[in-house]
């Protein structure tokens, strides 16, 4: 259920030996490092999907508690939270972003700062669920997001990017490229599960 090290260095996708997994090795990515509490599998893979597509918001606090405790015994760097941003159609069909939520519940939990104004998704692209493969998933998010708003407030900040799942990293990933162009510190991504 918990994901545990050896770990990629990058991703956070377990490995069974190394520093880095294939994937992280053939592509540079624009995050510092992606890492995620829990196995996308069984009772986490129903919690998330009642969260995300059953309108079960009261799981909020209890997906954000699984990051403090992570968070608690970690040394990512972090001085403010960023969820990761919906397109305002996809936002106005579901009715709320599951990771503002989390990110909000987060920001209480651990006394950081979250910024929910400041990364916009420009492009209604395609679900990441309806990609097939890695390759489609990294081009159905190039360019999908961007900065605007109070992008001052995000210069030398060290930024943690907030995420119900991780499978590819291509989202935060895309998110992180967005937030280099405005001179932020770091930007690390933190998930509550993670696809194996």
């Not at 969820?83 to 519940?105: D, F, K, M, T």
């Amino acid at each position: 259920m918990y994901i545990t090290a050896p770990l990629c260095s990058r991703c956070g996708r377990p490995l069974s030996s190394g520093s880095f997994c294939a994937d992280c090795v053939r592509r540079v990515p624009q995050i510092d490092g992606i890492r995620s509490c829990l196995q996308f599998d069984g009772v986490v893979r129903q919690m998330v999907h009642s969260f995300k597509y059953r309108n079960v918001r009261a799981l909020a606090p209890l997906l954000a508690q699984f990051l403090a405790e992570f968070l608690s015994v970690s040394e990512l760097p972090a001085d403010a939270l960023i969820p990761v941003p919906l397109h305002q159609h996809r936002l106005r069909e579901r009715g709320y972003n599951q990771s503002q939520l989390i990110a909000r519940e987060l920001g209480a939990l651990v006394d950081m700062p979250v910024f929910e104004d400041v990364l916009v998704r420009v492009d209604d692209t395609p679900t990441q669920v309806k990609t097939l493969n890695v390759k489609m998933r990294w081009e159905n998010v190039a360019g999908a997001f961007a900065c605007s708003g109070r992008c001052g407030d995000l210069e030398n900040r060290r930024i943690l990017l907030i995420d119900d799942v991780c499978t590819t990293g291509a989202t935060l990933d895309a998110c992180a490229s967005a937030l280099r162009k405005v001179g932020v510190a770091s930007v690390w991504g933190l998930t509550v599960a993670r696809e194996l």
